[in-house]
């Protein structure tokens, strides 16, 4: 059974950093693209960062690009989301997710991704 688990969410305040980790299972981690992607509550699930199998390919949202840092290590079957930065306009349920290809955002879509984790709330706010 394929499971993909996060962990790492929290409630902080604007400027603070969390770290996020997925933990995947039941399948060739090492052989999937990982992406991170965040739902706000009446917002539609949009993506926030990709990385490819060997991590030589890395891509992310402009509104993250420069606080987040997505990473990955596939001897622990593990993707980060490490955030900095953090904003109110951060707050989201965020996931990861595994497919083939780590695409460029504005051409990524959930779709495009097989496997998916439960997600883990990230709430920034004063």
């Known amino acids: 059974e394929v499971q993909l688990m996060e962990s790492g969410g929290g409630s902080v305040q604007p400027g603070e950093s969390l770290r996020l980790s997925c933990v995947g299972s039941?399948?060739?981690?090492?052989?999937?693209?990982m992406g991170w992607f965040r739902q706000a509550p009446g917002k539609e699930r949009e993506a926030v960062s990709c990385?490819?199998?060997?991590?030589?390919?890395?891509y992310y949202a402009d509104v993250v690009k420069g606080r987040f840092t997505i990473s990955r290590d596939n001897a622990k079957n593990t993707v980060y989301l490490q955030m900095n930065s953090l904003k109110p306009e951060d707050t989201a349920l965020y996931y990861c997710?595994?497919?083939?290809?780590?695409?460029?955002?504005?051409?990524?879509?959930?779709?495009?991704?097989?496997?998916w984790g439960q997600g883990t709330q990230v709430t920034v706010s004063s």
């Open positions: 997710s595994a497919g083939y290809y780590c695409l460029p955002v504005p051409d990524s879509d959930p779709s495009d991704y097989l496997y």
């Open positions: 039941g399948y060739d981690f090492s052989r999937y693209a």
């Open positions: 990385i490819s199998w060997n991590g030589n390919t890395i």
